[in-house]
């Protein structure tokens, strides 16, 4: 019967089936609260020992998410960084290609006065 209720729940209130949902997650943990009432109200050592581990269990998943946030901002902290490398070595390139062609230039110059090659102004 809770088992129903909670499939009706989900749907109803639209939950996600997969990765991380809020809605799902409240709707769980009221379901499990309702279970540790009824195992309460049957044996108190159980229900105890239920109460302990969905606590511990919002508590990992609190520790989780907040690494999960520190992660991402880490993560972006890092494509920044990235994308600022990137454009500063395709700046250099730029620069290294105009400096080696300058070279080439001045080179190839040097060559035809050394071999006597009249260079023609360009028009």
Not at 8 to 17: F, P, T, V
Not at 59 to 81: N, V, W
């Given at each position: ?27 769980y ?6 279970v ?54 395709e ?33």
């Amino acid at each position: 019967m809770l088992e129903e209720q909670l499939d009706q729940m989900l749907l109803n209130r639209k939950a996600r089936e997969t990765g991380l949902c809020p809605i799902r997650r409240e709707l769980y943990s009221q379901c499990f609260d309702e279970v540790i009432r009824q195992t309460g109200s049957n044996c108190a050592e159980r229900g105890l020992l239920l109460k302990r581990i969905h606590d511990e269990m919002k508590m990992t998943i609190a520790a989780l998410e907040k690494l999960y946030e520190s992660s991402m901002g880490y993560s972006m902290r890092k494509a920044q960084q990235a994308e600022k490398v990137k454009s500063e070595m395709e700046a250099k390139i730029v620069e290294l290609q105009k400096s080696k062609v300058k070279e080439m230039v001045e080179s190839s110059v040097q060559f035809k006065v050394r071999m006597g090659i009249t260079i023609e102004p360009l028009e």
